[in-house]
């Protein structure tokens, strides 16, 4: 029991950092209001911007153009947070190297509307799933870039953040 307990603890607490990552305000902050969107009256950064991963050999993502890149949550790689786009991007060691490996792992989820975007270097697999708290988007992903394979991935409650995480992850390059 105590060591169920103990595994119980780790998951709420990891759920609880996930939930609340991100949720300090900063200067930028009192530029938007709810989700990301400009506050009335005030206006969002300007078009995309390439940005720089020197955590990941130097790869360059095209973001919303207030994006910034920070640590990802217990791994190696980068987490993205702008207007409009949370995602994570590391590398794909030990992550499935095809849509139909990508397929299984996601299969604990009881995923609905699951799509598979084939891409040149590898794909993109997007879908829904029912939670406690309503309908949450997904979108799983493999590059391989110069010989090496980068893995993008992203939950959000919105279909928008999706829909700009496959965007990012198909800008990927050195």
Do not use: H
Not at 32 to 46: D, Q, R, V
Not at 89 to 117: F, H, N, R, S, W
Request: aromatic share 6%; glycine share 12%; net charge neutral.
């Amino acid at each position: 029991m105590k060591k169920q307990f103990s595994f119980l603890t780790l998951l709420l607490s990891m759920a609880l950092t996930l939930g609340f990552a991100g949720c300090g305000k900063s200067k930028e902050d009192d530029k938007k209001g709810a989700e990301g969107k400009p506050a009335e009256g005030k206006t969002e950064a300007k078009g995309p911007s390439m940005l720089k991963l020197d955590k990941l050999d130097g790869l360059q993502v095209e973001v919303p153009a207030d994006t910034k890149a920070g640590d990802a949550i217990g791994g190696k790689g980068v987490m993205l947070q702008g207007a409009g786009l949370v995602m994570t991007i590391e590398p794909g060691e030990g992550k499935p190297e095809d849509a139909d490996k990508a397929k299984e792992d996601v299969d604990m989820y009881t995923p609905q509307d699951l799509k598979v975007e084939k891409l040149e270097d590898g794909f993109l697999l997007t879908f829904t799933n029912k939670g406690g708290m309503g309908t949450n988007y997904w979108l799983t992903g493999r590059r391989t870039i110069d010989g090496k394979a980068y893995w993008c991935s992203t939950t959000a409650a919105k279909p928008e953040f999706v829909e700009s995480a496959a965007k990012a992850c198909k800008s990927l390059k050195k």
